[in-house]
Structures are given as structure tokens and as C-alpha cells.
């Protein structure tokens, strides 16, 4: 499965963070855990300043239009339902 939208990504720092929370982890296997979730969290910020960027040029080119156009960009996209549970 491709993880390639907003709601995907918000998935997958909730299954970090319980990898964060496990019990069972060593202390080393704990640093490690970290360190992967500083890398993680690194990326994930880069690609919200990404969506971010999307967004706005969707904002400026329905401005400049006298139609709307609803739609997202893909990579914005996020399904409720997956991002609830």
C-alpha cells in the first residue's frame, strides 16, 4: 500500500509514537526507537511544509479564477475514517 497523503502520514506517526510506548523495549532498543522517531518526525515536518505549499498555490489559483475548483491536490487528501480509528 502507498502512504502518499496527509491521513496516511498522520497514521503513521500514531503507530510511531505506540512503538515509542511499547513496554517491552530494552533501553537500547528504546534510544533506537528515538533516534528512528527524531529522523521520522524530521521528514514528516518537510513533508507538511510541502502540503502546505500545495495548499496555498491551490488558494492562488482559485483566486485568480471566477470558478473554484474544490479539489484537493491528491497529496492532501485524508480519509476520516482511517485517521479516526
Not at 19 to 31: F, K, Q, V
Not at 37 to 61: C, F, P, T
Request: hydrophobic share 40%; aromatic share 4%.
Amino acid at each position: 500500500m502507498k502512504r502518499q497523503n496527509l491521513g496516511d502520514l498522520n497514521g503513521y506517526l500514531f503507530e510511531q509514537l505506540e512503538r515509542l510506548n511499547e513496554p517491552d523495549m530494552s533501553e537500547a532498543e528504546l534510544r533506537l526507537e528515538f533516534e528512528r522517531s527524531v529522523r521520522v518526525e524530521g521528514v514528516a515536518s518537510e513533508i507538511v511544509k510541502v502540503g502546505r505549499l500545495a495548499l496555498d498555490a491551490q488558494k492562488a489559483m482559485s483566486s485568480m479564477s471566477d470558478v473554484i475548483n474544490p479539489t484537493l491536490p491528491p497529496m492532501l487528501e485524508a480519509d476520516t475514517a482511517d485517521t479516526i480509528n
